[in-house]
T-cell receptor, first 117, second 116 residues
Framework: AQKVTQAQTEISVVEKEDVTLDCVYE???????LFWYKQPPSGELVFLIR??????QNEISGRYSWNFQKSTSSFNFTITASQVVDSAVYFC??????????????FGEGTQLTVNP | KAGVTQTPRYLIKTRGQQVTLSCSPI?????VSWYQQTPGQGLQFLFE???????NKGNFPGRFSGRQFSNSRSEMNVSTLELGDSALYLC???????????????FGPGTRLTVL
């Protein structure tokens, strides 16, 4: 069975602070994929990043960066110099290999990020 | 490219009724998945369709069903509605090649179903 845990239910920061959202996963698959999605108040899930289990390189995209560590089964997400527009619920998700689970995503509980001006 | 569209956006039904939700994937995407989002259970996978075939199903009762048409559009149906079926139903599509890698899913705006 697959499981994703986002221990931080809510985080509140002041604009321009850096913030890290934690994600810990469990899977028995040797091939798997990790994702982050953002859900603003409008409700639509917005794709942020996909990472496969064979690629442990960290990634940076503008103010966003991701730290994937297989040794600790973690895939953390950092927002640098946060802005009010970053306020949203962020979900970490896991998918097994295509042959085992297709495109099925297992989501964490989500972290509500509030950035105050 | 147009995104994933879902209709209707809002729906109010009463217990015992049935409902059909529709999803049009991004052009060229053949995989369509459905998810239920509730405050108590979070985001839960319902089922996935690829080339008109259900390839994966979540842990939901048989009242929840779906199908996919030859143009990749998908519908999901919930029969004998219960109060607990009130939720945001999200559809997602992805570009999937049989035997290929798992690609990212792109989500629609969702259908907000309220059961009274």
């Amino acid at each position: 069975a697959q499981k994703v845990t986002q221990a931080q239910t809510e985080i509140s920061v002041v604009e321009k602070e850096d913030v890290t959202l934690d994600c810990v996963y469990e899977t028995r698959d040797t091939t798997y994929y990790l994702f982050w999605y953002k859900q603003p108040p409008s409700g639509e899930l917005v794709f942020l990043i996909r990472r496969n289990s064979f690629d442990e390189q960290n990634e940076i995209s503008g103010r966003y960066s991701w730290n994937f560590q297989k040794s600790t089964s973690s895939f953390n997400f950092t927002i640098t110099a946060s802005q009010v527009v970053d306020s949203a619920v962020y979900f970490c998700a896991l998918s097994g290999g295509l042959e085992t689970s297709g495109s099925r995503l297992t989501f964490g509980e989500g972290t509500q990020l509030t950035v105050n001006p | 490219k147009a995104g994933v569209t879902q209709t209707p956006r809002y729906l109010i039904k009463t217990r015992g009724q049935q409902v059909t939700l529709s999803c049009s994937p991004i052009s060229g995407h053949r995989s369509v998945s459905w998810y239920q989002q509730t405050p108590g259970q979070g985001l839960q996978f319902l089922f996935e369709y690829f080339s008109e075939t259900q390839r994966n199903k979540g842990n939901f009762p048989g009242r929840f069903s779906g199908r996919q048409f030859s143009n990749s559009r998908s519908e999901m149906n919930v029969s004998t509605l219960e109060l607990g079926d009130s939720a945001l139903y999200l559809c997602a599509s992805s570009f999937l090649i049989a035997g290929g890698v798992v690609n990212e899913q792109f989500f629609g705006p969702g259908t907000r179903l309220t059961v009274l």
